[in-house]
């Protein structure tokens, strides 16, 4: 079995890889002082955004080889398990930002962290650096850096915390410029969402399960939920939970007009536990109950909504 390594200090994470504790709650490791190792699981009591320094032959995105090479920034949480699988010593390289979630009790980074979504992507779903973005990147590590190497002060906290801020939203940029320009990578998650929730309304999956969910989803498209539901958000500019809802509606405005069936047993054979949240998010999204469009759709066949 693999040994587990815990990083739930800052200091933890500096000792691992031979790098000095400037400070306990940040840091910006070289992985060129790290001494040689193999394969090992880490679990995370910190936010650790690492650089990887590869070609693009060593690591690879599903079955695909990643088509940047000058750098690759993989993100990790609180909480989450990383491991590396190499059955050889290597010797490690890039670098890493690493920070602990008491750095950012008190500050407006810390109420909105959140916000970036990509701290859950899978780690095949990294995000690949251009050459510009990467020396945008390892900017903002030296200003971190730089900060480190002064002697704490009032104004420490505030400009390391800055300088991470502005990586950070960086990266939510960069990421929006990989939706498009990994476009060959991503081609096709959006048809096969249409035909995965297609075939799921034309079996008794929901009857069994209840509704198709988005963590549901981008599990059967082999995508964390986050990724998935951003690349949803670029491509449709709705929710992959607005993309569910607007596939009920359509195959609902279906079936209401089987007078062989009740509201209530159409609500539960979309799946839905109770025939009246159907009608409220009928309601919500065309503008009537299922009952009232079935009247006014079949008066004269001209009305639509």
Not at 14 to 41: E, G, I, M, S, W
Not at 190 to 195: A, D, M, P, R, V
Request: charged share 25%; hydrophobic share 35%; proline share 3%.
């Amino acid at each position: 079995m693999d040994p587990i390594i815990t990083f739930d200090r800052v200091a933890d994470y500096n000792a691992f890889n031979n790098n000095d504790t400037l400070h306990p709650l940040v840091n910006v490791v070289d992985f060129a002082r790290a001494a040689p190792r193999r394969q090992y699981k880490m679990h995370f009591g910190l936010y650790c955004i690492v650089l990887k320094q590869v070609k693009c032959g060593d690591i690879k995105y599903g079955n695909n080889a990643y088509d940047y090479q000058d750098g690759t920034l993989v993100f990790f949480a609180p909480g989450q398990v990383a491991a590396v699988t190499s059955k050889e010593y290597y010797q490690p390289s890039g670098m890493a930002l690493v920070f602990h979630p008491d750095l950012l009790h008190g500050t407006a980074l810390g109420k909105h962290m959140s916000d970036y979504s990509f701290f859950s992507y899978d780690t095949y779903e990294a995000l690949h650096l251009s050459e510009k973005e990467l020396k945008m990147v390892t900017d903002c590590f030296d200003k971190i850096a730089y900060e480190l190497q002064q002697a704490i002060d009032k104004h420490s906290k505030k400009l390391i915390v800055s300088n991470i801020e502005l990586f950070l939203n960086y990266c939510s940029r960069f990421y929006d410029r990989q939706f498009i320009t990994r476009d060959h990578v991503h081609k096709g998650v959006l048809e096969k969402f249409e035909q995965l929730l297609q075939d799921y309304f034309r079996s008794d999956k929901p009857q069994l399960n209840g509704l198709p969910t988005v963590a549901w989803s981008a599990d059967q498209l082999h995508l964390s939920a986050n990724y998935f539901g951003d690349l949803i958000k670029k491509e449709t500019g709705k929710s992959a939970q607005e993309y569910i809802q607007s596939k009920i509606i359509e195959v609902a405005k279906e079936r209401i007009f089987d007078d062989r069936k009740s509201v209530s047993e159409i609500a539960y054979e979309l799946g839905f536990r109770y025939p009246q949240h159907f009608t409220r998010l009928f309601k919500q999204r065309v503008g009537h109950t299922p009952n009232a469009y079935k009247f006014l759709n079949g008066m004269d066949g001209s009305f639509s909504a």
